[in-house]
C-alpha cells in the first residue's frame, strides 16, 4: 500500500501532464509509461552488461537516464534524439542477451513510440523527472523497490480509471482478486485474459499465487483484500519460478497501447517475460503467427477475464474457423455466417475454446447475456450447460461500474468437460452435464453504490460471504448448498497504523525522519518496506487511537516539566522580588509583576519554540498524523506551564515557587520527546483478519441452488411391464426408468420446443436455459408485511387470477363477435 505522500506525488505527476495539455488519460499514462521504461532501462542495461554482454547504448550515451535527468528541461532532446533511439531498441541488442531481463517480450513494442510533450514544455518534464526520481529512487535495489514501483504505477493507472474518457476504465480491483480466488489455480498452471487492458488479472493471479506460498503468519490483508508481504518463500524453486514466468500469464488486447501499458504493469510487478500483446482476439488469425500461437484452442487451465460489454465485431474480420464460433445454419444465404455478431457472446465462445478440458474460466457479463432470447444467447447458454459444467452464477450490484456504466453485470464461473471435436454432437435431449447451478446475489461489495463510490472499509461485503460459500459448493461436490444460507460469514477487521520506513539517504546515511529509528538494532532490515509502527517499536500497541493515547500520556507530562524546568531561571528571580515585597504590595502591583514576568520570559520562549521547531525534523513533512500531535502537546505544555510559572510570579509570596535545576541542553530534552512522539507518524489503514469466520444471521438467503433439468411428478405413469407405477419413487427421486421413456418420447417436438408437462416449469431448461439469478430468487414468506396469513393472501390471488382469466376470455369473444 502506498503511503499518502506517495500517491500526493503521483498526483502531482499526473495533474501535471494534464496541465500541460496531454488531457486523453490514456496518452498521458503512456507517456508517463515511457520515462518510467527510460528509467529502468539503464538499470536493465546495465545488469546485462555485468554479463558481458555490450550497452545498448553504444553511441548512444545522452539517452540513459541519467543523462536525461541532467538535461531535464528540455523536451526536444527526448523528441528528436531519445525516442527515435526508443523505436529502434529491439536492434541494439540479441535474444541471448535480453534473456532474463524485460527486454525479452519488448517485441518491438516500441516501434510507434513518440514523446508527445510540447517542446515548449521545459518545465512540466523537469517536474516529471524529478518526481518520477522521487517516487523510484530506490529502482533496482531490491524487492521493496519492486513493491513501490508496482504500487504506484497501480495507482497512475486507477487515475486513468477516475478520468473515465474514451471508454477506458479498469475492473475494479477488488472484483479481480475476488475472482481469482474463485479459481484459485496453481503455480504453472496458464492463465489467459483475451481482453487484457492494463493486466490486472494477470498480476493478480501472480499476487494471488505468491500470497498462497507465503507465511500465513506474516501475511497482511487489507479490508478489500490487498495482500501485503507475499513473498512465496512456501515456494519450491521451480514453483517459484513459474509464478514468475511470463509464459504463464498471457493477455491480449486489442488497443497497441493499452497493451503496451498493461505489459509494462505486469513488468513493474515481476513478471518476467510477460505474454500480453496486442491482437484483436476475435479477429482473423491468418498471417497472424503470434496470435494464432496464444489463442491456440485447449491451451490453458484458466480464463479471466472483463470483456467487454454490448459491443458488434464486423462479420468479416471474424475468425472463421466454424467450430470456434456456431454458424447460422440451414439452407439460406447467411448460412455460413457467424450466428452472432454480439462481442459478449463471441468472448464466451472463445473462452470454451481456450480452455484445456478440465479448465475454468470466471468472467464479468452484461446481464443480458443470462436471459437473451435470440437464438445465438438460448444455443450458447444451452452449450454451457449441457456440454460443460456451469459452476456459478454471482450478479453483482448495479453500480459497481459507475461512473462509467449502469450495465448490470454477473460473473458467470464455468468449467469445461466436452472436447472440441465433440462439441455440439450430443443430441438434443442429452442429459445437461450441468446438473445443478449455484447463484448468489451480491447487495453489498465495501464501496459505495452511487457515482462515486466510495470505499467503506469494515462495512458488510458480500464478497467475502460467496467466496466461502462459493468454495464450500466446490468442496463438496456441487452438494448441500443450503447450509449456512441464513448466515452471513465476514472477516473481523482492525486499524494499524502504517508507515514506510525510508530511512536512508542516496549516501546511505540516516534522513532527518529515518533518524526517529535511530534505536533499532539494524536499519537495513527495515528501510524501504512498509510496517506497523508497533513491529517497528514494539512497546506500542498495534490499534493506532491506543498508541496515540499511549505516546501522549507519556510524553505530555515529560512536556510540561520540561516547561517547567527550562523557564524557572526567568521566572525564580521575579517571584523572589515580588515575594520579598510583601502580600499588600503584591496585590497593587501584580501588573507591574505580570510586566516584569513577561519582560522575563520573551527570549527564553522564542529559543524553546526554535527549539520545538527544529525538532520537527523527526518527523513526516507531509500529512503524517504526529507533527500536527506535537504541535498541539507542545501548545498545551506551554499554556499549562507558563500558566503555572505566571501565577508564581504574580501571586508571590501566596505560593510558594521551587527552585530547579537548569536544562543543560534544551534540543537534546525536545529531542527526547520528539523522537517519542514521532513514532506515531504514518497512515491508518483498515485491516482484515486471514479467515472468514464472523458469522451473523441473514433475514433471507443470499444464495440458492437451481437444477438445471427437474422432471415434472407423474403419478399416473407406469412402467412397460407394470412393475412400477409414478414417476418418482417413496423417497421423491425421479426413476431411471421414466427418465428412460420420456427421453425415448423426446423432450422437445419436431420444432425445437419443449413438450408441455415434463419438465418442471421452474427448472433451468424448462425457462430457455435462463441463468438470470432473480429469475430463481426463493421467496421468502417470512418477509412478507401483511395483515393477512399466508393462505389468506394465495386464495385472494386465486380469485384475482379467475377474475383475470374471465375477463380475458369475455373480451375475446368480443373480438371474435361471439358476444
Known sequence: MLAPHIKKKVDELWNRFWAAGLTNPLVAVEQITYLLFLKRLEDIDLKRQQRGFPSIYAGFETCKWSYIRQDKT???????????????????????????????????????????????????????????????????????????????????????????????????????????????????????????????????????????????????????????????????????????????????????????????????????????????????????????????????????????????????????????????????????????????????????????????????????????NTDAHVRLRRELLVEHVVEGVISLPGGVFQPYTGVKTSILIFRKVTRRDSKQTLPSNAAPLSEHVWFYEVDEDGYTKDAKRNARPGQQNDLWDSLEKFKAWIAHGRTGAQHNEKTLLQPSFHAERWRQALLRDTADKLTPAGEAFSALPDTSMWDGHVWGIHELFPELPADPKAAEIQVRNATSQLLYNLVIQFFAASTQPVWAKWKDAGTAVKHMDSDKALAEWQKAIKVPQQEFNRAARDVQRFFEAEDGPALPLWKDMVKDALNAGLSYHKHAATQAPTVQFSIHEPVADLNAALEAVAREVAKLDGFDVTLRSLAIDQASDLKAAKHWVVPVRDWVRNDEWQSADGQLIGSHDAYGLVRPAYVQAMLAEGLYDEKGALKDGVLDPDCIEAREWNLSAGQYKPFDFTQLKSDMSVAELIGTLKTTEHDIIQGLEKLLAMVEGRE
Open 74 to 372: 528540455n523536451p526536444t532532446h527526448l523528441i528528436e534524439v531519445v525516442f527515435p533511439w526508443l523505436r529502434e531498441l529491439d536492434k541494439h541488442f540479441t535474444g541471448a542477451s535480453a534473456d532474463g531481463t524485460e527486454l525479452a517480450s519488448l517485441n518491438n513494442r516500441m516501434a510507434d513510440a513518440y514523446f508527445q510533450l510540447d517542446p515548449n514544455k521545459g518545465k512540466v518534464l523537469s517536474d516529471a523527472i524529478d518526481k518520477i526520481d522521487e517516487l523510484f529512487a530506490r529502482a533496482g535495489e531490491g524487492s521493496a523497490a519492486q513493491d513501490i514501483m508496482g504500487d504506484t504505477f497501480e495507482y497512475l493507472l486507477s487515475e486513468m480509471a477516475t478520468a473515465g474518457k474514451n471508454g477506458q476504465f479498469r475492473t475494479p480491483r477488488h472484483l479481480i482478486r475476488f475472482m481469482v480466488e474463485l479459481l484459485d489455480p496453481e503455480p504453472g498452471q496458464r492463465v489467459i485474459d483475451p481482453a487484457a487492458g492494463t493486466g490486472g488479472f494477470l498480476f493478480s493471479t501472480q499476487q494471488h499465487l505468491m500470497r498462497k506460498y507465503s507465511a500465513q503468519q506474516n501475511l497482511v490483508l487489507e479490508w478489500d483484500g490487498t495482500p501485503h508481504r507475499i513473498h512465496g518463500t512456501g515456494a519450491t524453486p521451480e514453483e517459484y519460478a513459474a509464478i514468475h514466468n511470463g509464459a504463464n500469464f498471457v493477455g491480449l488486447d486489442n488497443d497497441r497501447t493499452m497493451a503496451r501499458i498493461g505489459w509494462m504493469n505486469l513488468v513493474l510487478h515481476d513478471v518476467s517475460d510477460p505474454h500480453l500483446v496486442q491482437g484483436d482476439s476475435l479477429s482473423k488469425r491468418e498471417g497472424k503467427a503470434k496470435l494464432k500461437e496464444l489463442l491456440e484452442p485447449g491451451s490453458y487451465q484458466f480464463v479471466l477475464a472483463n470483456p467487454p460489454f454490448t459491443g458488434t465485431v464486423d462479420s468479416g474480420d471474424l475468425e472463421p474457423d466454424t467450430v470456434l464460433f456456431p454458424r447460422v445454419g440451414g439452407g439460406g444465404k447467411k448460412k455460413d455466417e457467424s450466428i452472432t455478431n454480439k462481442s459478449e457472446l463471441l468472448f464466451l465462445w472463445l473462452m470454451l475454446d481456450l480452455l484445456d478440458i478440465g479448465g475454468r474460466c470466471a468472467v464479468i457479463i452484461p446481464e443480458g447475456v443470462l436471459f437473451g
